[in-house]
């Protein structure tokens, strides 16, 4: 079973504290994504990543930053954490899409950030 | 830009029944369309997946559909269940790079399966 972790569950920063969220696959998967999810507004990719120490800016990336060291492991930073960014993040992961593969995105379970 | 939009937002039915659920996107250059679950506080199953070529994908009681020329797609639940009850996403992929896709997601209809 393919398995994606998120390091917190929940999680209560004050603004202007630097906040990291840290995801972790198992599968070896070559692509990685943070997405935040907010009432009626759905599912927003912040970032994503098809390599080591590879990056790329989603639809919002303004506020936040990532990295990625080792395949395994996804990391979202936020610099200097603000009220708006209270949101569900969401952490998943795919293997390139090769011919006729499923190239599935699995999700981690989330974590509902809350900036005070 | 590839907008996708699920309609209804909320649906309520009766143990039993026959789930529909609508999903369009504007932009019919994808890859591919999923669908998701959603259970409350937790983060997204994918239920099937509909490769571009094909024009539906069946699992159990689910069975969805693609017609990417209108840029539509359906997902069926038959004989729904109490358990059913969550939200549905609609997400369609397409590649950005030779070796990444990318997920536009719409805004989910959320189901209330009444037992």
């Known amino acids: 079973d393919v398995k994606v972790t998120q390091s917190s569950r929940y999680l209560v920063k004050r603004t202007g504290e630097k906040v990291f969220l840290e995801c972790v696959q198992d599968?070896?998967?070559?692509?990685m994504f943070w997405y935040r999810q907010d009432p009626g507004l759905g599912l927003r990719l912040i970032y994503f990543s098809y390599d080591v120490k590879m990056k790329e800016k989603g639809d919002i990336p303004e506020g936040y930053s990532v990295s990625r060291e080792k395949k395994e492991r996804f990391s979202l930073i936020l610099e200097s954490a603000s009220t708006n960014q209270t949101s569900m993040y969401l952490c998943?992961?795919?293997?390139?899409?090769?011919?006729?593969?499923?190239?599935?995105?699995?999700f981690g379970p989330g974590t509902r950030l809350t900036v005070l | 830009k590839q907008e996708v939009t699920q309609i209804p937002a909320a649906l309520s039915v009766p143990e039993g029944e026959n789930l529909v659920l609508n999903c369009s996107f504007t932009d019919s250059a994808i890859y591919n369309l999923q669908w998701f679950r959603q259970d409350p506080g937790k983060g997204l199953t994918s239920l099937l997946l509909i490769q571009s070529s094909q024009r539906e994908q069946t699992s159990g009681r689910l069975n969805a559909s693609l017609d990417k020329s209108s840029g539509r797609s359906t997902l069926y639940i038959a004989a729904s269940q109490p358990g059913d009850s969550a939200t549905y996403l609609c997400?369609?992929?397409?590649?950005?790079?030779?070796?990444?896709?990318?997920?536009?997601f719409g805004g989910g209809t959320r189901v209330l399966v009444k037992p």
């Open positions: 599968m070896d998967h070559e692509n």
């Open positions: 998943a992961s795919s293997s390139f899409p090769r011919g006729n593969s499923t190239d599935t995105q699995y």
């Open positions: 997400a369609v992929s397409y590649v950005i790079k030779a070796a990444g896709n990318k997920l536009t």
